[in-house]
T-cell receptor, first 119, second 116 residues
Framework: AQKVTQAQTEISVVEKEDVTLDCVYE???????LFWYKQPPSGELVFLIR??????QNEISGRYSWNFQKSTSSFNFTITASQVVDSAVYFC????????????????FGKGTKLTVNP | GAVVSQHPSWVICKSGTSVKIECRSL??????MFWYRQFPKQSLMLMAT?????????EQGVEKDKFLINHASLTLSTLTVTSAHPEDSSFYIC????????????FGPGTRLTVL
């Protein structure tokens, strides 16, 4: 069965600090996708990144970076120079490749990490 | 691009009534839409997968007669909570996958349901 573990329930940092959100996943599939979503207090989930299991290259997008390590089944997310606007709940998620239907498969979410960035 | 809307954004109803929530993909077509439920301070739990023109696939433990899903077109799926009870109060979120690049789900803003 697929499983996503976000061990950090809550993290609190001061503005400009760097922060890393951990994500560990379990799957028997060799082909899968990993995602990060941000859920601000308004409730709407914002897509941040999708990474497929074939691509272990780390990615950087502005202050955001992601470290995908297949050997440890981890997909960690780092925010550099955090800002108050980064305060939100962040979810890591996993899905199959969708080979059975040729389309998207269901997402399995971690429990989320609540990040609070204080001024 | 990839905008998903939900209506209403919040609803309060009396116990025993039915509530319909709409999920629309505004700028893309979606053969597959998903319905999630989120309790306060908890993660999203998938309720069902909705495919256009066919019956929805419900997750284990989700009552299909209570949570009716209709995916009538490539841009619209509806979730009807029938005979709602206070325990159905929750945050309901839909997501949709574009026909092309179907592996990313884009989420609606959610609907907060409160049953009195």
């Amino acid at each position: 069965a697929q499983k996503v573990t976000q061990a950090q329930t809550e993290i609190s940092v001061v503005e400009k600090e760097d922060v890393t959100l951990d994500c560990v996943y379990e799957t028997r599939d060799t082909t899968y996708y990993l995602f990060w979503y941000k859920q601000p207090p308004s409730g709407e989930l914002v897509f941040l990144i999708r990474r497929n299991s074939f691509d272990e290259q780390n990615e950087i997008s502005g202050r955001y970076s992601w470290n995908f390590q297949k050997s440890t089944s981890s997909f960690n997310f780092t925010i550099t120079a955090s800002q108050v606007v980064d305060s939100a709940v962040y979810f890591c998620a996993l899905s199959d490749y969708g080979i059975t239907q040729g389309g998207s498969e269901k997402l399995v979410f971690g429990k989320g990490t609540k990040l609070t960035v204080n001024p | 691009g990839a905008v998903v809307s939900q209506h209403p954004s919040w609803v309060i109803c009396k116990s025993g009534t039915s509530v319909k929530i709409e999920c629309r993909s505004l700028d893309f077509q979606a053969t597959t839409m998903f319905w999630y439920r989120q309790f306060p301070k908890q993660s999203l739990m998938l309720m069902a997968t909705s495919n256009e023109g066919s019956k929805a696939t419900y997750e284990q433990g989700v009552e299909k007669d209570k949570f009716l899903i209709n995916h009538a077109s490539l841009t619209l799926s509806t979730l009807t909570v029938t005979s709602a009870h206070p325990e159905d109060s929750s945050f309901y979120i839909c997501s949709a996958s574009p026909l092309a690049g179907a592996d990313t789900q884009y989420f609606g803003p959610g609907t907060r349901l409160t049953v009195l």
